[in-house]
């Protein structure tokens, strides 16, 4: 979703990223991940830490999200290395017929984050972050307001959802390259608008989305 004047909803097809709206707006189906060949390890594995030390080691930087970097191997056993402390639960989200693989990182049965793979479903392409006690680079976190993030008048580049997520704003993060928010709020003007920043300004941060190959990329 952003540079969201020239980012378009379905430039992110490469990156899974209609599903996880789907899931996140407006209701995807989950189920466990049973596909053969998916190379994911469906065993969770031992949760190793206390809950509050992996949130406050968790870092979500231009860089990446925790030990998450661009090019780090979708599977579930390497991403648990990357995120020491969280559970890893492979998962499938399934919306119109199409299966995709995602990884939930779970705190005390909490899902914090879900790790999604690129195309190739070969390597880490985003990860999505639900949890309001993660922290960004710019101290912001699920369930900001949208006037608390940008200044009247330097509002990041913005766009609506496509006619299905239309109860959705997806915004660049103010000075980034890797980072997007998705707000949600009530809007009862053209669906084929955005609403100005003054009926935005309480909307709600629901998600925080970090995209592996960048913003110009997708």
């Known amino acids: 979703m952003p540079n969201l004047s020239r980012y378009a909803i379905h430039d992110l097809k490469a990156w899974v990223l209609p599903c996880l709206l789907i899931m996140l707006v407006m209701g995807c189906q989950l189920a466990p991940d049973r596909a053969t060949g998916t190379g994911q390890d469906s065993n969770p594995g031992p949760v190793k830490g206390r809950p509050v030390d992996a949130l406050l080691n968790l870092r979500v930087t231009e860089q990446g999200v925790g030990g998450i970097r661009p090019g780090l191997l979708f599977r579930a056993d390497v991403v648990r290395q990357a995120l020491p402390g969280f559970e890893i639960l492979p998962q499938t989200w ?69 006619e299905e997520y239309s109860g959705a704003v997806i915004c660049q993060a103010p000075a980034s390259n890797h980072l997007s928010y998705l707000f949600q709020g009530y809007w009862d003007g053209p669906d084929d608008q955005l609403p100005p920043e003054e009926r935005m300004a309480t909307w709600v941060l629901s998600q925080i989305i970090w995209l592996a190959g960048g913003l110009e990329n997708r």
Not at 143 to 160: H, K, L, M, Q, S
């Open 94 to 162: 399934i919306t119109e017929g199409e299966q995709y693989p995602v990884l939930d990182a779970l705190l005390e049965e909490t899902r914090v984050l879900t790790v999604v793979p690129d195309s190739s479903h070969r390597r880490v392409g985003a990860v999505w972050i639900h949890d309001s006690r993660v922290l960004d680079l710019l101290g912001h976190s699920v369930g900001a307001r949208f006037e608390t993030i940008y200044a009247r008048g330097a509002v990041g580049d913005c766009r609506r959802g496509p």
